[in-house]
């Protein structure tokens, strides 16, 4: 059965490599809750602490102060061996000198389970993460991959409560990357394992996540459902570390906001007093762009065919430089560099940064 983990005052601190008088800290008064079964991504950029605060939890690294609890167990001194707890590698891990039957029965061996009940949960996990007609292939045979499913096979047969991935696919390719992540939520879903996962993709976390964890410096900046952080930024950083982002000067007026003397209401409204100078998070794709008319006119600074969506930057009379993205290019064709054009902002999309 899946087990919550929660996460209390957690702390790392680390002396510094170039001043050991000089205290880094790495994870700084995190408190999560991780409900049983649920996927949560631990997202943020290189050194923001997301992977330190993983390694804690697999209990590779001991925190400097706080808790950590699978369930009703605090686990600060259980080994890691102990911890019910199984991770997946950046590097995959796998052991090249055996088969990938081998490589996942590898943990069973240890536990001296008979080998009827050794081979009845290998074959289960080989047939789901399919790997059946592989399993008597030496890891060198394998694609990148099939190489990171027996990493995930040889983590999910020992049947742990919390499953934890450590930037599992970075080391493929975009198009693969984009197969494994829909491979591995599936499975996770399936099997009903609670599950942490480091990435600092932020398509990666969108789509695979129930809930994330935006970190920053050690701290965590929010934490929400993949649309919530992504249409709701609790803070400027979340805002432009997740996706792209116009940000748009502002002033709060009977409860709206006014943008370059225009008046917008709010679908969320804001609890700044009457009369703030805001700032508001405005997404690329929440702009409508016509030849004809709108409420602000621009200027295209720049137009990049896309495919299934044109990019352009525009410099908007009065404002400053926006971001927008324009869906099925193909069916109306591109504005020029230069070309004047009209754009008008989704209300329902405008978003004031608290």
Not at 139 to 153: C, E, F, I, K, Y
Not at 208 to 216: E, K, L, P, Y
Not at 254 to 266: H, N, R, T, W, Y
Not at 285 to 291: G, I, K, Q
Request: with cysteine; aromatic share 6%; hydrophobic share 45%.
């Amino acid at each position: 059965m899946a087990e919550a983990v929660v996460i209390r005052g957690l702390n790392k601190q680390f002396s510094s490599p170039d001043s050991p008088d000089r205290t880094v800290h790495a994870v700084r008064d995190v408190n999560l809750t991780v409900e049983p079964g649920q996927l949560v991504t631990l997202l943020g950029p290189s050194g923001c602490g997301k992977t330190t605060l993983l390694r804690m939890i697999a209990g590779f690294e001991e925190p400097t102060s706080g808790d950590i609890m699978f369930g009703d167990r605090r686990m600060n001194d259980v080994a890691p061996n102990r911890r019910d707890a199984a991770m997946v590698f950046q590097s995959y891990a796998i052991f090249p000198h055996l088969s990938v039957y081998e490589n996942v029965v590898f943990g069973l061996r240890l536990k001296s389970l008979p080998a009827a009940d050794l081979k009845a949960k290998a074959d289960r996990i080989l047939e789901i993460t399919g790997l059946t007609a592989m399993q008597n292939r030496s890891p060198n045979q394998l694609s990148g991959g099939q190489q990171q499913r027996v990493a995930l096979a040889r983590a999910i047969v020992m049947e742990p409560k919390v499953l934890l991935f450590d930037e599992p696919l970075s080391n493929l390719d975009a198009k693969l990357r984009e197969t494994m992540r829909v491979e591995i939520r599936e499975l996770q879903q399936r099997l009903g394992i609670t599950a942490l996962y480091v990435t600092h993709d932020q398509i990666e976390a969108m789509s695979i996540s129930d809930r994330i964890v935006v970190m920053n410096g050690g701290v965590v900046e929010q934490v929400g459902a993949p649309w919530e952080v992504y249409a709701r930024p609790a803070t400027r950083f979340v805002a432009d570390f997740i996706g792209k982002a116009n940000f748009v000067p502002g002033k709060v007026v009977d409860g709206g906001v006014e943008i370059a003397g225009q008046k917008f209401s709010l679908a969320h409204p804001t609890d700044q007093p009457n009369g703030s100078d805001v700032e508001l998070v405005l997404r690329p794709e929440a702009v409508a762009l016509s030849a004809d008319s709108g409420v602000f006119a621009a200027t295209v600074k720049r137009a990049m065919f896309l495919g299934n969506v044109a990019e352009y930057l525009l410099e908007v009379d009065g404002i400053g430089e926006w971001l927008v993205d324009v869906s099925n290019p193909g069916e109306v064709g591109l504005h020029e560099r230069g070309s004047r054009i009209f754009v008008s902002p989704s209300q329902a999309s405008l978003h004031v940064l608290p």
